[in-house]
T-cell receptor
Framework: GAVVSQHPSRVICKSGTSVKIECRSL??????MFWYRQFPKQSLMLMAT?????????EQGVEKDKFLINHASLTLSTLTVTSAHPEDSSFYIC????????????????FGPGTRLTVL | DQQVKQNSPSLSVQEGRISILNCDYT??????FLWYKKYPAEGPTFLIS?????DKNEDGRFTVFLNKSAKHLSLHIVPSQPGDSAVYFC????????????FGTGTSLTVIP
């Protein structure tokens, strides 16, 4: 199956700093990448959808100036949490969909392992 | 507004028995449904899917049933194995929303040996 990696898997930072999370599709070209956020015991909440080479589409309530998304290539998308605060502490997961992916559906998404962000 | 709901946060089942996980949705435009399995500290992995033109899809020990009139789907695992212990998320999407996924809150399944 298609493999998606995320880096780092865990990050701890001080309040006010910026953190960059990378999402890579390892064996396929991801035309679309999605960024999710998961709070404890809650569902995955879609933050934004990004298509390669174009601006990301943010969900309602997600600050685009705080959560910067760049999808510069067909295998890499980055999420930068700017001026992070403790309330940004969460589990961030990316997923990818694209060309050459195996699986049973045209709209199947392949998920990365997630990044645990803790802001002190 | 939670469009996809999993009302049981946890479920315990004896090994060898059937596990039934339930999911309800509110948006009648959803036309594709998926189940994902998630282990701690890992991302979700795809398990099984069903489109709205079907009412049942089976893959080995896993079967998903869709009841469109009730806006309800369920995942049956039989026989359940200890390795099935994980959090299961159902997700729904609709073509006219750009295939965005809407996830339920998950059900933590524990299979007791």
């Amino acid at each position: 199956g298609a493999v998606v990696s995320q880096h780092p898997s865990r990050v701890i930072c001080k309040s006010g700093t910026s953190v960059k999370i990378e999402c890579r599709s390892l064996d396929f070209q991801a035309t679309t990448m999605f960024w999710y956020r998961q709070f404890p015991k809650q569902s995955l909440m879609l933050m934004a959808t990004s298509n390669e080479g174009s601006k990301a589409t943010y969900e309602q309530g997600v600050e685009k100036d705080k959560f910067l998304i760049n999808h510069a290539s067909l295998t890499l998308s980055t999420l930068t949490v700017t001026s992070a605060h403790p309330e940004d502490s969460s589990f961030y997961i990316c997923s990818a969909r694209g060309l050459g992916t195996s699986g049973g559906s045209y709209n199947e998404q392949f998920f990365g392992p997630g990044t645990r962000l803790t802001v002190l | 507004d939670q469009q996809v709901k999993q009302n049981s946060p946890s479920l315990s089942v004896q090994e060898g028995r059937i596990s039934i996980l339930n999911c309800d949705y509110t948006n009648s435009m959803f036309d594709y449904f998926l189940w994902y399995k998630k282990y701690p500290a890992e991302g979700p992995t795809f398990l099984i899917s069903i489109s709205s033109i079907k009412d049942k899809n089976e893959d080995g020990r896993f079967t998903v049933f869709l009841n469109k009139s009730a806006k309800h789907l369920s995942l049956h695992i039989v026989p359940s194995q200890p390795g099935d212990s994980a959090v299961y998320f159902c997700a729904a999407s609709a073509q006219d929303t750009g295939n965005q996924f809407y996830f339920g809150t998950g059900t933590s399944l524990t299979v007791i040996p």
